[in-house]
């Protein structure tokens, strides 16, 4: 990465307490993540990295192009570049591999050349979008935004007939497998 390359890129703030926004997108904004098997990849990273980090996901909806997640770390130590990348590469590698057996050809549009060589590219080069979250009322805002892109986009008429988000299950009838985390009252109340 050259100087100005570093200079541009966006900084994580790793702030015990904070909760945090994160907005990622696939290569190209190209819709990969339109196919079941593919939301299904990206749910289970979700969860095995939840797991392993030990954070809380209090808000998620994939789109065709793009994941918003509101996740919240629970030890006072953490890196939320790590998270990303215990989601992203699994979901990378998987697509990569059923792509080599099944499309080869269309593997040609997740093709970057780097230096000298190439590379598989499924989602777009870096971190995303990462907004740390210290109060409720922007915490409310932030998972009502999230929740209201797929209506926004013209998909479904209410957020929670969308599939893959955390909508349907604030409604109390999900739709998919990935449950949310119970956000705690003390935060909500400080």
């Known amino acids: ?36 098997r593919t939301c299904q990849w990206l749910a289970s990273a979700i969860q095995q990295a939840k ?8 808000a998620y909806v994939s789109m065709p192009e793009h994941v918003h997640l509101i996740v919240y770390p629970r030890r006072p130590v953490y890196d939320i570049s790590d998270f990303l990348k215990r989601i992203k590469e699994p979901v990378s590698r998987q697509a990569v591999a059923y792509l080599k057996k099944t499309s080869p050809e269309w593997l040609e549009h997740l093709t970057v050349r780097l230096k000298n060589r190439k590379i598989h590219r499924f989602w777009q080069a870096g971190r995303g979008f990462d907004r740390n ?15 209201m892109n797929p209506v926004r986009k013209g998909f479904c ?4 007939q969308w599939k ?27």
């Open 164 to 190: 893959w988000s955390s909508a349907s299950w604030f409604d109390g009838a999900p739709l998919n497998g990935l449950r949310p985390d119970l956000i705690d009252v003390d935060w909500l109340n400080a």
């Open 1 to 36: 990465m050259d100087h100005q390359q570093r200079i541009h890129r966006p900084q994580a703030y790793n702030e015990s307490g904070h909760a945090h926004e994160l907005t990622f997108s696939c290569h190209k904004r190209l819709k990969l993540l339109s196919k079941e």
């Open 133 to 147: 979250i210290t109060n409720a009322k922007t915490l409310l805002a932030a998972i009502d935004y999230i929740h």
């Open 51 to 58: 797991t392993d980090l030990d954070y809380d996901l209090w």
């Open 157 to 160: 008429e209410q957020a929670g």
